[in-house]
């Protein structure tokens, strides 16, 4: 850390959006275990929970091996330096979730809304900060919004009460001139830190990150081995000292993130993300990659190309909630198939 | 494809550098099935060989499990469309082995050698043109040698005759600034096709190569899931889609150079590429990943930390072909830990 350098905030939602790629299923021992190393290594702030944030836990995005009361004790517990962060998705938790996260000494409050549906975070905002806690909000599936849309919806939630806001790459669909484009609209517009989360779908989330951070971003979300669902996220122990060599510091120790990164490696994934083909084309296509296992199921029952199905899905502009259109999109491509096929056996005089 | 875009020659070497993942054990049916599936995608060039290149199979590097000749005839056969290339390092290969693929119907003869000893490189080019045969020269470990040193060395390689040139991010150490530098030196200094070759242990393979081509490399190497040694190469089916979307254009089919990269995932690799810790290291300490086994190797035995041992090798400038200072480096971190021990005993009065 030169005199020169920037401080960058690292926060590292391993134990929230890698739940994601295990379908929820962190135990307590993998939590606490991650928790500490990623205290021991001095990662400023830990982010916990389901995947999709406080009160998610259910039938229909999945169940978590661990509830939200047993996940937020056991992580506080394992934390005696670093902060710890939840994330909230209106509508999957209430206010009661987010009181109940503030007595379970949660430090940061993430509300998460689709990036130009920010009114959705009012009364959330709002009530962390009648409670004196720290509220951020995250403007999410951002490649679907201009920057200056961004900029606007950002100095929206800043109004609500957000003390830090963002942007997250849902779909992994940026490349670094976009995030620059974006966080520095965002930079100019609000007088709060700005928060960059990545996804690694074409293979920028480090490159990203780093732009975020130049763009005027001082908050950015990694996490270990990338741990998260489809291609992941932004690599947390490559980031950290690529930040660190581009004239960021972050406080972090490399030997010992390194050490959680192994921990993490070993304890909470089968393997590590791999950006596979439905990854890359999700990512192109600007869908959630969350979207992949219902898309393969639906294609190969329809008998169509699912990657044909991200991308018409990405002409619709789906998102997290809208999964019913994926049935409508496999029905319509198989029935264009269907018609090619009946031009054709007519052509051959069949 | 649009009319403004900028062509860019994607060479492939998932048959050549990916061997290094795999100890050099390609067999018949995976080179065939690959050489395949790349051509039916249109990829233009496709490389292959034992990792280290022509007549290197041996006990020092590893013997490969298909001699060159079987591998070359059978990739020949493989490529209808596609031409394929060979690489060489002056030593491990000699005349006879270049004279031996063009008969083979290698396309294109790659000669690499370290980024400062071009003068290797000048009797294989000669012959190469001698034969009328089409030679290119990679400049490897090229983050040891400034933008100017390489536009020299550049400048001299084409005066040997070398139709086009480049460089090898060898250690994966470089940053996009970093590869900007030294395409856009190399490129204002000759006047044939600049290449670049990256890694990805900083995460940064895609987003190098982007930066590449932007400063004017109109050759690009990338290999299916990146395969390749540890943190492995810059990933062939990512970097299309993203060289498409900046506005350069490639001629490849993405749909089926998708099914290539799944071919390549369950029939070359027992797993794709992860971006591990000693990769990590390897690349900011700026030193060739093969060392990674001989450094575990000689680092546990004598109970220091690897990590160490490759930011030491790094500061050392050791390059391939100096395995040999890595036992002196562990033999010196060694005695320093004894002697920190001998005073620790001595200050607690043992």
New interface residues.
Partial sequence: MTAASRLVTIYDPTLRDGQHAVRHQLGVAALRGYAQAADAAGVPVVEVGHGNGLGASSLQVGRAAVGDDVMLSTVREALPHSRMAVFMLPGWGTSDDLRKAVAHGADVLRIGVHCTETSLAERHLGFLREQDAEAQCVLMMSHMATPAQLAEHAAIVVGYGAQAVGIMDSAGHF??ADVSARIGAITAAVGVPVIFHGH?N??????NS?AAAEAGATILDACA?GFGAGAGNT?L???V??LE??GFSTGIDL?AL?DA??FA?RELMP??P????LS??SG?AGVFSGFKHQVLDASVRAGV?P?DVFFELGRRQAIAGQEDMIVDVVAELGARQLGVHGVRAQEIGA
Same sequence: chains 1, 2.
């Avoid at 074409?202 to 490159?207: E, K, P, S, W």
């Fill in positions: 490349l670094p690694n074409l293979g920028m989330a480090v490159a780093v081995r690599q122990e490559v980031l000292p690529v060599r581009t030997y390194l990164a192994e490696e393997a590590p791999v950006t596979g083909s890359i084309v192109l190309d990657r």
